[in-house]
């Protein structure tokens, strides 16, 4: 049995179509991620399963107890907000024991309850602190230890990072992993960033226009989307419409190499009725100008822009004649940021080239 089970569900907002008849199945002890772009519906959806909207159309049910009228109070959820919501006047002690005096448990229940919780997300020092005098992560520790405290069925995350700066935001995903494996609850992230959803989740929902586009795990999201809409919103991606050629070879429709002549693509046997390919930059990999032929996919180009992360350079190469293409290589291969105009060869494999269907269409749209 799933511990969350959503059938049918749609939500409208007068004449917006919210969410279109979303099915969803979320594994107990799963930590499961909902992305997609601004106003795709995650956040709606993960309201209706807060109980703090209810569906137009469909139901939710959590270990098999239909919960899709009952009310949020009613449903044995934790959630916590993306500002936290933190009881101002409240120290942390009262603010993780909130929940349990409404649940009217007693005294010593309370305190050994909130203790175990303060020890769980290591702020037990703290406990006599006022909100005003924690940190971002600490808040949000303490707003964890809260909807944690009530020990409920699911945890919802509504952008719980979102408030943090960049460093600590990495330093808090890996302690918001390492809470959720201790404690093994089944947990729901909405989240905009992508990096996020990825190092966190076991698997993901790709929204978009209310549907959802794709579920799987992390991996098969980059390296095998569904459709355009996935392999576009997923990471980084140059996508090459093409024409068959026969024997496993592509005449491509918006790049031309040298001289103008048509870049010529080889995605190998299998794929003749195949007209978009998407190509992952870091696939990409970069060649002495006058070195040896890499293959049947190679193509001589010019840097157009480049920038350092640290890691890897960031590329846009331009072919000549039109199109460009997006590479990400290690910055040893350089030894320094090389300038606009320097010429570069790239090359790939024929498997690095991954078929999509050139649509926008749901290909999976559930998931057990």
Same mark, same amino acid.
């Given at each position: 049995?799933?511990?969350?089970?959503?059938?049918?569900?749609?939500?409208?907002?007068?004449? &917006?179509?919210?969410?279109?008849?979303?099915?969803?199945?979320?594994?107990?002890?799963?930590? @499961?991620?909902?992305?997609?772009?601004? $106003?795709?519906?995650?956040?709606?959806?993960?309201?209706?399963?807060?109980?703090?909207?209810?569906?137009?159309?469909?139901?939710?049910?959590? %270990?098999? #107890?239909?919960?899709?009228? &009952?009310?949020?109070?009613?449903?044995?959820?934790?959630?916590?907000?993306?500002? =936290?919501?933190?009881?101002?006047?409240?120290?942390?002690?009262?603010?993780?024991? =909130?929940?349990?005096?409404? !649940?009217?448990?007693?005294?010593?229940?309370?305190?050994? #309850?909130?203790?175990?919780?303060?020890?769980?997300? #290591?702020?037990?020092?703290?406990?006599?602190?006022?909100?005003?005098?924690? *940190?971002?992560?600490?808040?949000?520790?303490?707003?964890?230890?809260?909807?944690?405290?009530?020990?409920?069925?699911?945890?919802?995350?509504?952008?719980?990072? *979102?408030?943090?700066?960049?460093?600590? !935001?990495?330093?808090?995903?890996?302690?918001?992993? !390492?809470?959720?494996?201790?404690?093994?609850?089944?947990?729901?992230?909405?989240?905009?960033?992508?990096?996020?959803?990825?190092?966190?989740?076991? !698997?993901?929902?790709?929204?978009?226009?209310?549907?959802?586009?794709?579920?799987?795990?992390?991996?098969?999201?980059?390296?095998?989307?569904?459709?355009?809409?996935?392999?576009?919103?997923?990471?980084? /991606?140059?996508?090459?419409?093409?024409?068959?050629?026969?024997?496993? =070879?592509?005449?491509?429709?918006?790049?031309?190499?040298?001289? $103008?002549?048509?870049?010529?693509? @080889? /995605?190998?046997?299998?794929?003749?009725?195949?007209?978009?390919?998407?190509?992952?930059?870091?696939?990409?990999?970069?060649?002495?100008?006058? %070195?040896?032929? /890499? $293959?049947?996919?190679?193509?001589?180009?010019?840097?157009?822009?480049?920038? =350092?992360? %640290?890691?890897?350079?960031?590329?846009?190469?331009?072919?000549?004649?039109? %199109?460009?293409?997006?590479?990400?290589?290690?910055?040893?291969?350089?030894?320094?940021?090389?300038?606009?105009?320097?010429?570069?060869?790239? *090359?790939?494999?024929?498997?690095?080239?991954?078929?999509?269907?050139?649509?926008?269409?749901?290909?999976?749209?559930?998931?057990?």
């Amino acid at each position: 049995m799933s511990a969350i089970d959503i059938r049918g569900v749609a939500r409208r907002f007068g004449a &917006l179509q919210a969410l279109d008849g979303v099915d969803l199945q979320i594994a107990q002890g799963e930590f @499961f991620s909902l992305l997609g772009p601004s $106003g795709c519906g995650k956040t709606t959806l993960l309201n209706i399963i807060a109980g703090f909207l209810e569906p137009s159309a469909g139901s939710v049910a959590l %270990g098999g #107890r239909d919960i899709t009228r &009952l009310a949020p109070h009613e449903r044995d959820i934790g959630m916590v907000f993306q500002n =936290y919501a933190l009881f101002p006047h409240l120290n942390v002690f009262d603010n993780v024991a =909130y929940g349990l005096r409404v !649940r009217r448990q007693k005294g010593e229940a309370i305190r050994e #309850r909130v203790a175990s919780m303060l020890a769980l997300v #290591r702020l037990s020092e703290l406990a006599q602190r006022m909100p005003h005098q924690l *940190s971002g992560g600490q808040q949000q520790r303490v707003a964890i230890a809260r909807a944690l405290a009530i020990k409920p069925q699911v945890l919802l995350l509504d952008e719980p990072l *979102s408030n943090l700066d960049a460093k600590l !935001r990495k330093e808090m995903q890996a302690e918001l992993r !390492r809470l959720q494996r201790d404690v093994g609850i089944t947990t729901v992230m909405v989240t905009h960033d992508q990096e996020e959803a990825l190092g966190l989740s076991d !698997r993901i929902g790709i929204l978009g226009g209310g549907r959802l586009q794709q579920v799987g795990t992390p991996l098969e999201l980059y390296r095998q989307p569904a459709n355009r809409f996935v392999g576009e919103f997923v990471g980084q /991606a140059n996508l090459i419409a093409a024409q068959p050629e026969g024997g496993g =070879y592509f005449k491509a429709l918006s790049h031309e190499a040298a001289e $103008g002549t048509p870049l010529r693509l @080889f /995605a190998g046997e299998g794929q003749a009725g195949q007209t978009l390919f998407l190509l992952r930059p870091e696939r990409i990999r970069l060649a002495e100008p006058d %070195g040896a032929p /890499a $293959g049947p996919n190679e193509v001589e180009g010019q840097v157009r822009e480049a920038s =350092y992360t %640290g890691a890897e350079l960031h590329l846009t190469v331009t072919l000549p004649g039109a %199109g460009v293409l997006h590479v990400a290589a290690p910055e040893s291969l350089f030894g320094q940021v090389p300038q606009a105009g320097v010429g570069v060869r790239l *090359s790939w494999e024929a498997h690095d080239l991954v078929p999509l269907p050139d649509d926008n269409a749901a290909a999976k749209g559930s998931a057990a």
